[in-house]
């Protein structure tokens, strides 16, 4: 493979002239800068990455951060980022954090070594405290975690009202809500969204409320328990679809018709509502255009260091299907 | 930040000899080493890994090719792979191919450039002239491409004669088969163990076996047609758990009791199958261990250059659930 040196030997100059014209830095003459580049032609020299990620301070490399790859809702988001990435010839590291703060803050100093270029994070648990020394971009996604950070999520707040108030609509007399774990903003503001609309009615109990892990199993027991305790409960607005598909199961064990007795209305629009009978519906998040603004926002922050902070909210969309009559 | 030059000041010792403490290569008395570590933890300085990786040729890097990160067959792998690679100190860059050969090579090249460590390749496309370039260590995981190449897979074929025959033995009487993509090499193995049950059976029809694409939405479609062209089918060994569930869809739609008057059995063990009613019967792969095997082997050969080739071959283990009789 050809180098620096045999590149600089042909066109009759300096390896820093050379480096010069490669990084578009200092002044280098037209003439020279012919040489160098019909140099680099004919030799098919590739500059390698990592000389010139020390030379930069870059590596052109950006990382997201997630819970869990495995939850069905973060790898859109990771092909959106890494789609995004890829097409920019950026590198993507992707980090599971199990929204645990000290695995966060090694991946944080471990990147931070690499000279990686920026990061997206998806966090219940970092602080503005944590990333002070952090130098390069940081966008968080999906969660909210500092006012200094740009941001991209969704209208948590108004989808579940929205989601609350169509069950009203269409009938729902006793309405209850599976909540997502209180360490999570976007699964506070959802509760809030419910409550807005339902805290003043007659019926309302705070029985009706119980709380899951965004998970299928856990979701799937304490729905079981909470309609075997509360038979009056005719629909369920459920803090993600993952649980919502636990919910749907339990009343199948229970022999509850959905939509005829309960209507179910979930949140994400993840692939899974798709497939399950009754079909889910579900508040919609645009789940791949937010990976891409992330990284796109990312980008624009890495290239340009005094940018403004973007903090991007996003509308979630009502999707009728079966499981809401 | 402490820099390397701060750290040879302290200990009043050279640049080189504090590289070569912090590298463990070359004599360094145990007098001065003891000096130099002092001064590293003194100054808190850590190594830039960019440095390192130029001086090594090693970035601590290594890499996962997946076709796409939302077949939820992945996600699992790939967390495996991360959670054995950030126990090692090693970033984990994760690579979306969509089985486009192109898209492959230019990842390897990119890769390369960044001097990547190693890389696991879950593949259809790639074939030992496209990686004869290569000069790092490769893993082929899930789908094997070269007897040259170490791999970690299951033995696909074993496993859909052990499906096939266990809906012989509860009483199936005409069994189809959806099978996935015919470029994926485990797909073709579960057409032949299923095609060793099957094809000297009187009943047995080629009408029985339907071509699929791993996917959920063409496996409920082709299911349809197919079981409205053959009612008499009373059992299906579906290629994978996700075009499974488009068959429990499909028999929904058409008003099949499962398991009553079909058995459904699939192949992976993904989680989305204990989500589904009735719940569904698999073979089940040890996904997460197949991950590690293969970040295990990796790491291994990246630290043995003269190591062997290892081609392991995993089993797959039936799981009864509610999907057969």
Known sequence: MATIRDVAKLANVSTATVSRVLNNQGYVNNETRKRVN??????NYRPNDVARSLFKGRSKMIALFVPDIKNPFFPELARAVEDVTNKHNYTFVLCNTDDNLDKEITYLNGLQQKSVDGLIMVSSTISQEDIKNISVPIISLDRKFSSEVSSVTVNNRKGAEIATRY????????????????????????????LDVVKHESWFLSSYVV??????????????????????????????????????KATKSLKIKVPEELSIIGFDGISIGETTTPTLTTMQQPIYKLGVRAAQILLDHINNPNHDIIQEEWDV????RDSTK
Chains 1, 2 share one sequence.
Do not use: W
Request: hydrophobic share 35%; glycine share 10%; with cysteine.
């Open 317 to 320: 969309t009502l999707i009728k």
């Open 211 to 248: 709380s899951g892990d965004y998970r299928f199993q856990q979701s799937f027991e304490i729905t079981r328990e909470m309609l075997t305790q509360h038979p009056e409960i005719d629909g369920i607005f459920v803090g993600n679809d993952l649980m919502a598909v636990g919910v749907l």
């Open 38 to 43: 019909d140099a680099i032609k004919q030799l």
């Open 167 to 194: 069950l009203k609509s269409i009938g729902c007399k006793r309405i209850a809500h599976i909540c997502g774990p209180q360490s999570a903003s976007n699964s506070m503001d959802r509760l809030k969204g419910y």
